[in-house]
């Protein structure tokens, strides 16, 4: 029986940490500021957005909101992030997505000055994860590291299994498993025997977006698993990419949805907005 990787405890235990350094800056005179940015109304991104508040709140960063209109033009959004751009308050830049049709993503994250871009999208940013030398961190797969850490997972010499190759978490992950001297394979929908490819691996980090993707006999026995899925099964219940149940049974370690990967990706970002501030100081 696996034991379970909780997001709660190991976030709280952040948490406490980043409340210390957003003390220590206070001390000195310098503040911590977030701004976010959501545009339209995805009942979705709004809980998001609650959370990163409630999170800066946690802390003792200031976070300032901007709820702007479905309508906002992409103009209006880049005269916005200007102003946030060359705002000294403003520590961090959090622009929600998805965005609405009319606004193109990639220009307005593009827009987003690297040094306040703590989601770590800007190409800038990504390229930095990419050769391994970086301020801001990718907040999921950071968190899903820094779980490994508080676990004491050793990830040098293993073989690391990312199903899925997102810019926001199947590539950056497997940078950072690599970083750690991890022996990394990303496998995606068209990657051909897939279940010989996980069954391979040490470390099985599951980020496909399907529910009850990765049966039990897709697993290798004593297998770290991690499952970033957050979908809804047929009842509406939130569940990840992993039939829990079955594979908790195989695996040494395992992720649960809710309570694993989803808690720490806020703590990240609250740790990049705390490092953005820090290089201020
Ligand atoms: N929408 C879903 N996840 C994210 C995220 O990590 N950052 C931003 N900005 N939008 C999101």
Avoid: W
């Avoid at 961090?92 to 307005?108: A, S």
């Amino acid at each position: 029986m696996a034991e379970i990787i909780s997001g709660k405890v190991v976030s709280a235990a952040k948490r406490e940490e980043l409340k210390e350094r957003v003390k220590a800056l206070n001390e000195k005179g310098i503040s911590t500021g977030l701004a976010v940015i959501i545009v339209g109304n995805n009942s979705a991104s709004r809980v998001y957005v609650n959370n990163k508040k409630k999170g800066c709140e946690e802390i003792g960063v200031t976070s300032f909101e901007y709820a702007l209109s479905e309508e906002t033009t992409e103009a209006e959004l880049l005269t916005l992030i200007n102003e946030l751009n060359n705002d000294d308050r403003v520590d961090g830049i959090l622009c929600q997505l998805p965005l609405p049709k009319h606004i193109d993503e990639k220009v307005i994250l593009n827009f987003i000055d690297p040094a306040k871009d703590v989601d770590a999208f800007h190409p800038v940013n990504v390229g930095h994860i990419m050769i391994g030398d970086f301020t801001f961190l990718p907040c999921t797969p950071a968190g899903i590291m820094e779980m490994l850490k508080f676990y004491n997972i050793s990830v040098s010499g293993k073989k690391c299994v990312v199903i899925g190759r997102s810019n926001i978490v199947g590539k950056p992950m497997a940078m950072l498993l690599l970083k750690e001297n991890g022996t990394v394979e990303i496998c995606h929908s068209r990657t051909a025997n897939l279940k010989e490819e996980t069954l391979s691996a040490d470390i099985l980090v599951a980020a496909v977006g399907i529910a009850d993707f990765v049966t039990a006999d897709m697993v290798k026995e004593g297998a770290v698993v991690i499952d970033v899925g957050m979908n809804r099964n047929a009842e509406g219940k939130l569940c990840g990419d992993v039939c829990f149940d079955e594979v908790e049974k195989k695996a040494s370690f395992i992720t649960p949805v809710p309570g694993g990967v989803g808690p720490m990706t806020i703590t990240m970002l609250l740790e990049n907005t705390v490092r953005s501030a820090e290089a201020k100081a």
